[in-house]
């Protein structure tokens, strides 16, 4: 072997007990982050809190709001793919693919899905003022009155704002959107019947339905609600293949390793297990899930072209 050789074979020598040292570093060694973007961050501070307990690191909750949860997904997809900084993902990331035309990441290319953590149901609910008590019957009455039933939502281009362009399609019916800046201002006229209907997000609405200030009418998932198990789903009613159903899942940045990947799998799947998780998130209008990363990669898929389907042709548009 040549001196050039030698003095190769031994640096590669050398280097080999390194790397085995570093792939072989358990896992976590410091505090992890999960970002969070739109919404509240219970769910990511419930979890966080169970895997601290767990691995011994500190699980941190960076919230991230604006832009409908673009800045929080543009951070953790720059950030290193070392499994120290995650985001806490909804569905409103999959409409965003279609609405936003220059996003500085890519969900599928710039995102490694961990698993789906829940699956939350959007009630569609009206005013008691308004003399309807199922699907058929709301659009029965927004037939019988074009362009006089206004429906809210939390803005141009979210989940319960895409319900009510789905209504119309499938049923065929003339409704007036009309948008608010976020979830809490759109119930509180839908309380006033300022308003008169609204795909109003579970853990937003049940209370004002148990309350007897808002009737629902239906469930917007394609499966009934676990919260409202007596209330037939708008697909039920009707018009089958009718699915809004928001979630949050947790995602990685891309090239983290698949080590890691199996790892916060795993954990999370655990802490979604535990009665104690169960119990609060069902409290709370979340119903769990647990997947794989590759089912949950599916997933996400699935939801971006449907919702991409809907916007054209609906031709939503934030402004």
């Known amino acids: 072997m040549s001196g050039l050789g030698q003095c190769a074979a031994v640096a590669l020598l050398a280097i080999l007990p390194a790397a085995s040292a570093v792939a072989a570093q358990p896992y976590p060694v410091k505090p992890i982050r999960i970002v969070v973007g739109p919404g509240p961050d219970t769910l990511a501070r419930l979890i966080g809190q169970k895997m601290t307990d767990a691995w011994g690191q500190q699980v941190i909750v960076d919230q991230r709001p604006g832009a409908g949860g673009t800045i929080a997904a543009e951070l953790a997809a720059r950030s290193a793919p070392d499994g120290y900084t995650l985001l806490l993902t909804t569905g409103s990331f999959t409409i965003n693919s279609s609405l936003y035309p220059n996003l500085g990441y890519d969900m599928v290319r710039d995102l490694a899905p961990v698993s789906l953590l829940a699956t939350i149901p959007f009630i569609l609910v009206v005013h008691p003022s308004l003399p309807v008590h199922s699907v058929r019957e709301l659009v029965a009455l927004a037939r019988a009155r074009p362009g006089q039933i206004n429906y809210a939502s939390a803005g141009n281009g979210t989940p319960p704002h895409l319900g009510g362009e ?154």
């Open 166 to 319: 789905m209504l119309k399609a499938v049923a065929k019916v003339d409704i007036v959107h009309v948008p608010y800046k976020g979830v809490a201002p759109a119930i509180i006229d839908a309380l006033s019947g300022q308003v008169q209907v609204m795909f109003a997000v579970a853990p937003a609405g049940l209370p004002h339905v148990n309350a007897g200030k808002l009737r629902a009418i239906a469930a917007s998932t394609s499966k009934r609600a676990r919260a409202l198990p007596e209330l037939p789903t708008v697909a039920e009613s009707g018009y089958p293949g009718f699915d809004v159903t928001g979630w949050n899942g947790l995602h990685a940045p891309a090239r983290t390793p698949p080590t890691i990947i199996a790892a916060l799998n795993s954990e999370v799947r655990k802490v979604i297990a535990r009665p104690d998780v169960i119990e609060k998130m069902a409290a709370s209008g979340l119903e769990p899930e647990g997947s794989s990363p590759e089912s949950f990669g599916e997933y996400v898929k699935t939801d971006i072209a449907r919702w991409a389907k809907l916007i054209r042709a609906a031709n939503v548009r934030l402004d």
